[in-house]
């Protein structure tokens, strides 16, 4: 068990829907990093989070959007959904130290129909 | 732009046999690391390498970063079914983002 949880586990949506998924990071991290897994593909980086601001970002989707709330705890917002988005998606989280090493949960597995 | 690149993509092998994988990069990385993800899961953080030709041993996996902090490797000896899953090597670059490599998928038959 890495500490970081996710919810929900798993999601099935319409095309053109709306979904949050929700990230709580361990206990101590400042950083949230957002991931898309494809099947059978690697990692392929979204954003992060730090300390409630956005510190980078990556392949993400102008329909796609997070935040990281004060209590730190992040959501990912992934609107006017396709049948392509159906993916894994992982939230990591890390302290605020190097060497930067991230800890996963354990993903939330959308399904577009 | 760093990249990382891994090889091979895919690794079939009986049980018991040794294997080794790679992760090359033209870039200078400050530290890289290594994660086991299994399916349906997240990754796991094995390893992180820092130094410069640094050897790292976690049972029956090596871990080498290589002198020029542009390469690593992991070694497998005497694989184990519970040793498949997807590996992936990460490389923290200049701008203390972890670059990601794409992964090899590794199968231990029994």
């Known amino acids: 068990d890495s500490g970081v949880t996710q919810t929900p586990k798993h999601l099935i949506t319409a095309t053109g829907q709306r979904v949050t998924l929700r990230c709580s990071p361990r206990s101590g991290d400042l950083s949230v990093y957002w991931y898309q897994q494809s099947l059978d593909q690697g990692l392929q980086f979204l954003i992060q989070y730090y300390n409630g601001e956005e510190r980078a970002k990556g392949n993400i989707l102008e329909r796609f959007s997070a935040q990281q709330f004060p209590d730190l705890h992040s959501e990912l917002n992934l609107s006017s959904l396709e049948l392509g988005d159906s993916a894994l998606y992982f939230c990591?989280?890390?302290?605020?130290?190097?060497?930067?090493?991230?800890?996963f949960g354990p993903g939330t597995r959308l399904t577009v129909t | 732009t760093q990249l990382l690149e891994q090889s091979p993509q895919f690794l079939s092998i009986q049980e018991g046999e040794n294997l080794t994988v790679y992760c090359n990069s033209s870039?200078?990385?400050?530290?890289l690391q290594w994660y086991r993800q299994e399916p349906g899961e997240g990754p796991v953080l094995l390893v992180t390498?820092?130094?410069g030709g640094e050897v790292k041993k976690l049972k029956r996996l090596t871990f080498q970063f290589g002198d020029a902090r542009k390469d690593s490797s992991l070694h497998i000896t005497a694989a184990q079914p519970g040793d498949t899953g997807l590996y992936l090597c990460?490389?923290?670059?200049?701008?203390?983002?972890?670059?990601w490599g794409a992964g090899t998928k590794l199968i231990i038959k029994p």
């Open positions: 390498v820092v130094t």
């Open positions: 990460a490389g923290e670059g200049s701008n203390y983002q972890l670059i």
């Open positions: 990591a989280s890390s302290p605020d130290r190097v060497p930067l090493e991230q800890y």
């Open positions: 870039s200078v990385f400050s530290s």
